[in-house]
């Protein structure tokens, strides 16, 4: 299994706050089934700003403590980046991480609260360039839940969408759940992550979240938000099912 977000780093963000932290991680995950996970510690959200090059350090120390513990897991370098206008800029010179090696598919985190107004022109932008965003956990961002078909938009785009696995568990509460399995019914995500800090306060639940999907949507939504993992990674071509606009069921009152 591949988790293409977790902030397992030591010491960088609110995630891991030492070495011990990371290692209980690292062997949490392998519990779980996951054999591979993407770094991504926040970048350039206003509180943390985790820099490429020392990124690919922390990773490659990371690694080397795993592999010294005989923990077997797979560590690759990312970044998880907060939207902001001059992302294009900083790509030019280098300093962000995207998933993959072909510098093709890379995380996006949009505020909390909202959707920037800036956000569709900036993505879009960045589509032109044939780079493809992955907006990160938008079940939980304010306007996709009052508004979940403005997700649409940036899809059309050419943008993807992956949605935080303790979400979907009910771990963030019942509107979040509900929003996630809404969008994972009509395809508005594509792909499943833990976006795990803390063994403790907020971890994997990768093997619950798939089955949950499993049981709600299926053997075969699992194996393609698997598979969309794995492309991602190697940056090769997602497969994309048709999206499907949510409509509200409407309400019948009886007197």
């Not at 790509?91 to 956000?119: H, W």
């Not at 956990?137 to 899809?155: A, C, Q, S, V």
Request: net charge negative; aromatic share 8%; glycine share 6%.
């Amino acid at each position: 299994m591949l988790d293409l977000h977790c902030h397992i780093l030591p010491g960088i963000d609110d995630g891991a706050q030492n070495m011990e932290d990371s290692l209980d991680l690292a062997r949490k995950a392998v519990s779980q089934g996951i054999t591979h996970i993407l770094c991504t510690p926040h970048h350039h959200n206003g509180t943390y700003t985790n820099h490429k090059a020392d990124v690919i350090v922390k990773v490659a120390e990371l690694q080397r403590e795993l592999d010294l513990r005989g923990i077997p897991l797979t560590l690759f370098e990312g970044q998880e980046v907060r939207i902001f206008p001059e992302i294009l800029e900083e790509i030019k010179k280098e300093d962000i991480l995207f998933c993959d090696m072909e510098d093709r598919y890379l995380l996006i985190e949009f505020p909390s609260r909202e959707a920037p107004n800036y956000a569709l022109n900036l993505l879009g932008e960045l589509v032109a360039e044939g780079k493809i965003p992955i907006i990160v956990h938008p079940e939980r961002n304010g306007t996709f839940i009052k508004t979940p078909n403005k997700l649409i938009d940036y899809l059309e785009l050419g943008c993807l969408a992956q949605i935080t696995a303790p979400s979907i568990v009910g771990r963030f509460g019942k509107t979040i759940q509900e929003t996630a399995e809404k969008m994972v019914e009509h395809n508005l995500v594509q792909m499943v992550a833990s976006d795990a800090h803390h063994v403790k306060k907020r971890t994997f639940y990768m093997k619950e979240a798939f089955e949950v999907i499993q049981n709600h949507f299926g053997q075969e939504k699992v194996e393609l938000f698997q598979q969309t993992a794995k492309d991602v990674l190697n940056g090769d071509d997602v497969l994309k099912p048709s999206i499907e606009r949510i409509t509200e069921k409407k309400k019948f009152w009886r007197f």
